[in-house]
């Protein structure tokens, strides 16, 4: 992933499950302090947490697919996560201004929802910046 051209200020969002733990800790390690943003990580158990360095204002969110009380019993892979996703993509589209642009990253590459998802936000987030950009220049 190129930082180069995320701006002074660069939006991050990171997706990823327990094989992408350390790229994305490499992606947080390069990070500038001033970034902001969010990463979801979606692991088995709380047993796959680790501790994630990240700049003050990028959070890092663990969802595991253990069900509570029934550790034996996983939700399907990427679903916690596309669900959290789609959740923070619904609040960010609807009230946040054109701040240039955001970098995201996807992982899962053999997981079929994240890669639909994946797809799906590249295009929503198109939209956005170009609704904002009519709206800036009608």
């Known amino acids: 992933m190129c930082l180069c051209d995320a701006g002074p200020h660069p939006h991050v969002l990171l997706v990823g499950e327990q094989v992408d733990i350390p790229y994305i800790r490499s992606v ?3 990070l500038p ?5 969010q990463v979801y990580l979606e692991v088995d158990t709380d047993e796959h947490v680790a501790a ?3 700049p003050a204002r990028v959070g890092v969110r663990w969802l595991t697919r253990a069900r509570v009380g029934d550790e034996a019993r996983l939700l399907p892979r990427g679903a916690r996560v596309e ?5 923070w993509l619904s609040e960010w589209l609807c009230d946040a201004p054109d701040e240039g642009p955001i970098v995201v990253w996807v992982g899962g590459a053999d997981n079929l929802r994240l890669a639909e998802l994946h797809l799906e936000l590249h295009a929503r987030i198109h939209e956005h910046h ?9």
């Open 52 to 54: 994630l360095d990240a």
């Open 83 to 87: 669900r959290a996703v789609r959740a």
């Open 130 to 138: 170009h609704a904002q950009a009519h709206r800036r220049h009608p």
């Open 33 to 37: 302090e001033n970034a902001y943003g």
């Open 28 to 30: 947080l390690d390069r």
